[in-house]
């Protein structure tokens, strides 16, 4: 049974970091696309960052280039998203996304992923 536990988000001052964990059951993160979706009030799930199953390229929203690191631990079979320098309208519930087929093009697309982890509140304010 396919299981994603997302963890670790919290509430952080402006300029701050906080990395989240997404761990991984009934899979191995290595041979499923992952990617991440905050989703704010009254907002759609926008995916903000993604790693490959093919080859374990990257690939980031303008808005987080710079910011955010996604990275995968095959031997924890966990993907994390480092965030640094955060900012009020990072502000959202995160949620990672698994699919084994996603292409490149859908990405950050959440229609293209079959496997949700249940999401973690991210506030950054002072």
């Known amino acids: 049974q396919v299981q994603l536990v997302v963890s670790w988000g919290g509430l952080v001052q402006p300029g701050g970091s906080l990395r989240l964990s997404c761990s991984a059951s009934?899979?191995?993160?290595?041979?499923?696309?992952i990617a991440w979706f905050p989703q704010a009030p009254g907002k759609e799930r926008e995916g903000v960052s993604c790693i490959s199953s093919t080859d374990g390229s990257t690939n980031y929203a303008d808005f987080v280039e710079g910011r955010f690191t996604i990275a995968r631990d095959s031997a924890r079979n966990t993907v994390y998203l480092q965030m640094n320098s955060l900012k009020p309208e990072d502000t959202a519930v995160y949620y990672c996304a698994a699919d084994p087929t996603v292409s490149t093009a859908s990405a950050r697309v959440a229609s293209a992923y079959i496997y949700w982890g249940q999401g973690t509140q991210v506030t950054v304010s002072s």
């Open positions: 009934g899979f191995a993160v290595g041979h499923y696309a």
